[in-house]
Structures are given as C-alpha cells and as structure tokens.
C-alpha cells in the first residue's frame, strides 16, 4: 500500500502541450509538497500546501498551477510545456511545515520534446 | 548567499570500509539536519535526524554528527556493502514555517 502514489510515472509530450500529474497520500498528513529534480539531480521545492492552502510558491512560472480538493490530494497542472520542464517532479508529505520528515513520491519523468 | 554544499558528487568505497560523506552550510542557522538515501529512479527516503544540540546521532551503522560551530554535518557508513550504494542528500530548514533545503548529493558506490 504506497503512502505517496504519483501519476504517470512517465510522460512524453510535446512543446505547448498542458499535462496534469496527480498525487494522493494516505499518512493523514496535513502538508503536501511538490519538488522538482532537474538533470543535474538538484531537489528543489516549488509549492507547499498545508490543509489545502498554498503556503509556499518558490518563484515557480505560473504556467505551474498546484490543485489540491482535499488533503489527501495535490495535483499539479502545467501550460504550455517548455523543454526546460523536462525534469522529475516528486510529490511529498510531511506531519507538518515546520521541516518535518517528508515521504516523498516516487516521481513522475517528465520529458518535453 | 545561503548553501548546502556536499563534498564530493562521487564517492568509491571498498566493501567493509567506512564511508564518510560531508554536508557544509553557509549563512543558515537550522535547529535540525536531515539525510536522506535516494536510489536511482526512486525518491528520496529519510535515513536520520539531528538536532543542532545533539553531536551525534546512530541508527544501526549509520552515524551523523552535527558541528554548528563549523557549520557541517558528516555521514558515516560503518561496514559499508554494495547495498549501500546510492546517493545522499543532507537537508536543513532554513527557519520557521519553511520547508526542507536540499543538497545535491553525493553518489557512493560501495565496491566489492
């Protein structure tokens, strides 16, 4: 029973399109984040949401949309897709915002051609 | 400007030697630091927490020490094995309401 479930796993798109990944947890935490690990494998926070409200956006461009419905849940959603999205998107959980443990996703590749 | 910096991108190690990775900050004062193992085509998984009035912290064969006078935590793999092979993150909070700041890691490959 994964506690963070992320999909796809893998995505091949192309420039301009829009694509949605989603991600559900079931630890019953409060706070759900979505990181972002580029090629040269640096992990880098985008958005935070703790009872699905954003708490934190890290200068990320707004084609970068987070969704949450409800705790359990935070979608990201992003517009017309540009070859430097190409990355590995992980969706992660934490208790709290206060630094926390976080378990993380097992990411989702994304690739943009 | 505020860094995590970990010491190496590679690191060998023969089996059963002791692996030590360096995690060295700049212009962060965290109350706790984190390590995380990451294996290729996964996500990252919480290995150990330290906080800044604990020195050291074991968990099986793994040790993390906490200087907040040097500004550095080091990670230690006693008796390392190929399983261990894998890339460490060590990461911090910058302050209050903040989530974790990661390092770039440091890939070991433990060799038999």
């Known amino acids: 029973d994964t506690a963070v479930s992320q999909t796809p796993k893998y995505l091949v798109t192309q420039m301009g399109n829009d694509k949605s990944i989603k991600c559900e947890q079931n630890l019953g935490h409060d706070t759900m984040y979505w990181y972002k690990q580029d090629s040269k494998k640096f992990l880098k926070i985008m958005f935070s949401?703790?009872?699905?409200?954003?708490?934190i956006n890290e200068t990320v461009p707004n084609r970068f949309s987070p969704k949450s419905p409800d705790k359990a849940h935070l979608n990201l959603h992003i517009n017309s897709l540009e070859l430097g999205d190409s990355a590995v998107y992980f969706c992660?959980?934490?208790?709290?915002?206060?630094?926390?443990?976080?378990?993380f996703g097992e990411g989702s590749w994304l690739t943009v051609v | 400007s505020q860094k995590i910096e970990q010491n190496s991108e590679a690191l060998n190690i023969q089996e059963g030697k002791t692996a030590t990775l360096t995690c060295n900050y700049t212009?962060?004062?965290?109350?706790?630091l984190q390590w995380y193992r990451q294996d290729p085509g996964r996500g990252p998984v919480f290995l150990l927490l330290i906080r800044e009035n604990e020195k050291e912290k074991r968990k099986e064969r793994l040790k993390v020490t906490f200087d907040t006078t040097l500004k550095q935590s080091l990670f230690h793999i006693t008796a390392s094995q190929p399983a261990d092979s894998a890339t460490y993150l060590c990461?911090?909070?910058?302050?209050?309401?903040?989530?974790?700041?990661f390092g770039k890691g440091t890939r070991l490959s433990v060799i038999a």
């Open positions: 992660a959980t934490s208790r709290g915002v206060n630094g926390n443990t976080i378990y």
């Open positions: 990461a911090l909070v910058p302050s209050g309401n903040t989530p974790l700041v």
């Open positions: 949401y703790n009872n699905k409200e954003l708490i």
């Open positions: 212009n962060y004062s965290p109350a706790y």
